[in-house]
């Protein structure tokens, strides 16, 4: 519909990512009658921080990933983060196998079954292994992972990390085969192209500059042609700001009270790749070892077997990168211009505290191309500069919030800011990240649709059986989505 020269639509989702494909997918099975319309100011989907070559590709579902398993004074394990990780990503499997069994994914090959471990040397880390796995090993989400502390089946099951190894050190690993390898691009790809072929209107190359409430509740979007400056106006009922490091300022620009005090912190990812098939024909899972001192929580370095359409590679990383940008495709102006007068002490209050998070940035960036490998080494002993290429990944712009006491704290989960009326809601931060895309977008339908979310219980729970309960409570309902969903995703039922 048409009002002056503004097109009227029901729902706008600002970027083609993997957030903005899931709302739109999921909203699309919801309300088939509502007019959605995508905009995104590249020409393409899924480029930035979801195309397969701007994150890591790991589902993550607390397996390996030992940031969610932190040692408590006593020397027991806190699992709770890791239940809460994994409970999410089973929300996301559960919606995945829904998608292809509804003809909303046409295509598995976005996802593939990749063994997820954890691995660590020295005597003390290997009995905090042991403590981990016994911690584990009570809940059914992560009944079946198992430790390995004898060389030779280390060697069996990791080759291109045994080679060359002194095991006269200790080492462990906490093997999980129930991991995956995701491409989050394909995947976002996919669930656009459905929205698009069921009505919904993708304008690619265009740009939200600016946006306006207005008097009835609803929003007014400025829009770019960045190529050919034309401008446009487009009228929602619901704006979705799925722009990842640029949901800030846009939410800055909204206006709205929820969004005062937050500020945004960039850090970029670069990693080693490496495509030499007798490489990837050695190590067939990710591997992930402990965080470094300083280094962002998930800045854990990790050796990955990675699928990207359809050839297998290697990636070892992450090294920080740093640049003021919010996207990888963005402007240096963005840190500056993201700072306002009602999130300034939130910044300097983290500047003031975070000197190790600088430290070790700034220690990142000295590495050279040798420096990088030799780190890998750790990892593979016998890798050689040759064979390893780095690459640029994508930003994560991490969510500095307000603090009374403290100014400002630095956080490196993600939080979804909206108004209070539900019209407006955007995701700030980047961790877990793509892989808690479902109940991530769940959450906003439960908020910013608060008077249809009851009538909308029987089509969810089609989408996600286990939809309000815990799986971990539950083993048989676990059990029961847990063997549907590796049939239907071909992720094999062991
Ligand atoms: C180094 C790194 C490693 C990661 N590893 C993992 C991992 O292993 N597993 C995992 O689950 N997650 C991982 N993540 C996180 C994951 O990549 C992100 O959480 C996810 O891709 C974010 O999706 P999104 O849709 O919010 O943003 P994006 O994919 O960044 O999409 C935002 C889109 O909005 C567009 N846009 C921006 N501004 C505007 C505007 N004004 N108008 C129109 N369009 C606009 C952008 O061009 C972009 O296409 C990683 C991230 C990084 C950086």
Request: proline fraction near 5%.
């Amino acid at each position: 519909m048409s009002d002056g020269g503004t097109t009227r639509v029901d729902v706008v989702l600002v970027g083609a990512g993997i957030m903005s494909a899931t709302l739109g997918a999921l909203l699309r099975r919801l309300e088939p009658d509502w007019s959605i319309t995508v905009i995104e100011r590249l020409d393409a989907a899924a480029a930035e921080s979801s195309s397969p070559w701007n994150n890591a590709g790991t589902g993550h579902s607390a397996l390996c990933e030992l940031n969610y398993t932190p040692q408590r004074a006593d020397g027991s394990i806190d699992i709770t983060k890791a239940v809460t990780i994994n409970e999410q990503f089973q929300v996301t499997r559960q919606f995945w196998a829904y998608a292809i069994e509804n003809g909303i994914l046409a295509d598995r090959g976005f996802l593939n079954p990749v063994p997820h471990v954890s691995f660590v040397r020295g005597a003390d880390r290997v009995a905090y292994l042991r403590r981990r796995r016994a911690a584990l090993a009570g809940n059914p989400l992560f009944a079946r992972t198992e430790l390995i502390d004898d060389p030779d089946e280390f060697a069996r099951r990791l080759p291109l990390m045994a080679a060359k190894r002194d095991f006269s050190e200790p080492v462990a690993l906490n093997w999980a085969d129930d991991g995956t390898d995701v491409d989050f691009g394909a995947l976002s790809k996919q669930l656009l192209g459905y929205c698009v072929r069921n009505g919904a209107t993708a304008l690619f190359g265009h740009e939200v500059r600016n946006l306006t409430r207005r008097s009835d509740g609803s929003w007014t979007l400025a829009i770019s042609n960045r190529r050919t400056r034309e401008k446009r106006t487009l009228n929602a009922r619901f704006v979705f700001l799925g722009a990842g490091g640029d949901t800030l300022p846009l939410l800055q620009k909204s206006g709205i009270k929820e969004a005062k005090g937050f500020a945004g912190f960039p850090i970029g990812g670069r990693f080693l790749r490496s495509g030499k098939p007798e490489l990837t024909a050695a190590h067939r899972a990710k591997v992930y070892g402990v965080p470094a001192a300083g280094a962002p929580p998930l800045g854990a370095l990790h050796l990955d077997l990675r699928y990207v359409n359809g050839k297998s590679w290697l990636v070892f990383g992450p090294y920080a990168g740093w640049s003021p940008k919010f996207l990888k495709y963005g402007h240096a102006s963005d840190l500056p211009r993201s700072i306002k007068p009602d999130n300034v002490l939130s910044m300097l209050g983290v500047g003031v505290r975070e000197m190790t998070l600088v430290n070790y940035l700034i220690s990142q960036l000295r590495l050279s191309h040798p420096d990088r490998v030799r780190v890998l080494r750790e990892f593979a002993p016998g890798a050689l500069d040759s064979d390893w290429e780095l690459t640029a990944a994508g930003q994560r712009v991490q969510v500095i919030r307000r603090d009374k006491r403290k100014g400002g704290v630095l956080e490196f989960g993600t939080t979804v800011v909206g108004s209070e009326d539900g019209s407006i809601a955007g995701m700030l931060g980047g961790s877990p990240g793509a892989s808690t895309a479902v109940p991530i977008m769940l959450d906003v339908l439960r908020r910013c649709f608060a008077q249809r979310y009851q009538a909308w219980q029987p089509v969810l729970k089609e989408m996600v059986p286990s939809l309000g309960a815990q799986l971990s409570q539950e083993p048989a309902l676990f059990d029961e989505v847990w063997t549907r969903g590796s049939k239907v995703l071909k992720l094999g039922v062991s």
